[in-house]
Each structure stands twice: as structure tokens, then as C-alpha cells.
């Protein structure tokens, strides 16, 4: 290769490693060694390590569930096949749950992407921005100051907050394979389940919900009033306990400082 432009270079050098079979046309690139044919090698093993190492980080329950050697090879065949936008380790995995659906290996395991979206929900809480929370005190306070109707209210949910729903019962699956945990796994694990994922304490938590919670957070993200959302749940379950889930609910920091009425 002579008088090769600098993008060049580096795109030869990026294909050589992500895809071993380019290794001959980088190979001008490099003074030739007598022991070792492929220059890469060890740089593309590096790779890998730091690949698994960053997958391992955000996805530690689906980790468990693989093992270690099928998981380095699902990280390197993930890594060559969706190749990271961003220079943030913490941003790669984003379309993990994507490239679990696409492999043929994983066809016997059809809950794994449910379980792959569910933990990077939970990766997400931990990086995601923080917001002053609104206590149920204040939301009251405001409410009386104002003159405003509770039923109205708007509520803002945390930026660390997000609801999940899956078809599988991940959440039990991800609860089960915790640190301490004396939760078992569920014997039917093809059932639907919803959860709820906050950040308190700069710690994320994962709550298993009931559908009315899950439908009533839901009606809120959807910047539906405070009452319509609970009438929601109530349509349901006509003995959904408002006062106790609204104490969960702010106790939690589910809540940002934003009160609208609708």
C-alpha cells in the first residue's frame, strides 16, 4: 500500500479489526514479524475484553444466564456486527436487545431480549440526569397555595424513571438473580409482568408492578391529569388502593418538581 491518505489507513486498520479476514490487506501497514502472520491478533483480543467487559456492566443478570464463554462470544459477534457510535462505553449495548432477536443461537431462549431491554432500562436510570423530586408534602402545599384541583394535576416523572412490560416474566427472572436475593424463579416465566425502575440514593431499583399501577404510570407519562390516570387503574381493579400507591409512588422520588394542571 504506498501513499495511502491517513483515512485510509485507518479505515484498513478498523476493518482488520473488526473482521479478521481483512488482516492480509492491512498487513503492508505493518513492519513484518517472523512468528506472528496476523500484526492484529492481540489488539483484536483487547477488543473483545473490552467489549465483554462493557457488556458485562450493563447487562450482569443476562451474563449469568449465558455464562462466560458463550457471553465473549456474543460481545464480539455483537461488537463486529453493531459497531459503537459513540466514544461513551457506557452508551454500547444500546441495541443489544435488537441483536439478540436477529442470531439463530438464541431462538431457544426467546425471553433473552425481554431481559437484555429490561437491564438497559436499569443501566440508563443509573447515567440518567437528576432532577430535583417532588414530595408528596409539597405537591399538596402547591395544590392548596394555588387553588388548584388535585384531580387535575399533572406529574412529571424523574428522568430515571421508566415503566417496563414484557410479554416474559423478566422482572421476577432479574429479581431472582440478585445479590442476597431469597426470591426463587418463577415456574412459568412466559407470563406478562410490568415493573417500575427509579433511582434512589444515586441507587437503581427495579419494582415488580400490578397492571392497574402499571396502566396509572403509565396514563401519567402520558401527561394525563392525576385523577384520570388513578380512574384508570380503578377501571381495573375497583379496589386499587389510591393512598397507598401514592405514598409508594412519592416516597420513591418517582416525581420531578413541575406541577401542571391539565
Not at 483480543?45 to 465473549?72: C, D, H, M, R
Not at 455483537?78 to 438464541?106: C, M, V, Y
Not at 408534602?137 to 417496563?164: F, K, M, N, R, W
Not at 431499583?205 to 380512574?231: H, I, K, V
Request: hydrophobic share 45%.
Amino acid at each position: 500500500m504506498n501513499a495511502l491518505s491517513l483515512t485510509d489507513i485507518q479505515k484498513h486498520f478498523s476493518s482488520a479489526l473488526l473482521e479478521p479476514s481483512s488482516a492480509p490487506d492491512a498487513a503492508s501497514l505493518f513492519c513484518p514479524h517472523p512468528y506472528q502472520q496476523d500484526r492484529l491478533a492481540l489488539y483484536r483480543g483487547n477488543l473483545t475484553a473490552i467489549w465483554t467487559s462493557a457488556l458485562k456492566n450493563a447487562f450482569p443478570v443476562l451474563y449469568q444466564l449465558v455464562g462466560e464463554a458463550y457471553f465473549e462470544q456474543l460481545a464480539r459477534a455483537f461488537g463486529r456486527a453493531r459497531p459503537s457510535l459513540s466514544g461513551d462505553l457506557n452508551q454500547f449495548g444500546a441495541k443489544l436487545a435488537e441483536f439478540l432477536k436477529s442470531i439463530p443461537d438464541a431462538s431457544d431462549y426467546p425471553y433473552f431480549p425481554d431481559i437484555a431491554a429490561l437491564e438497559w432500562q436499569i443501566h440508563n436510570a443509573y447515567y440518567a440526569a437528576d432532577a430535583d423530586v417532588l414530595s408528596l408534602a409539597e405537591l399538596l402545599q402547591a395544590i392548596a397555595a394555588g387553588g388548584q384541583d388535585l384531580q387535575t394535576v399533572q406529574l412529571q416523572l424523574h428522568p430515571a424513571v421508566s415503566l417496563y412490560r414484557s410479554e416474559w416474566d423478566s422482572v421476577s427472572i432479574w429479581l431472582a438473580h440478585q445479590a442476597h436475593s431469597e426470591r426463587e424463579l418463577p415456574e412459568n416465566i412466559q407470563q406478562i409482568c410490568h415493573g417500575l425502575i427509579y433511582r434512589r440514593d444515586w441507587s437503581v431499583e427495579l419494582q415488580a408492578l400490578d397492571q392497574p399501577a402499571w396502566l396509572a404510570l403509565s396514563a401519567l407519562t402520558q401527561g394525563r391529569g392525576l385523577g384520570e390516570a388513578l380512574e384508570v387503574a380503578l377501571d381495573v381493579d375497583a379496589e386499587f388502593a389510591i393512598n397507598a400507591h401514592l405514598q409508594s409512588w412519592f416516597a420513591a422520588g418517582l416525581f420531578v418538581k413541575h406541577i401542571y394542571s391539565a
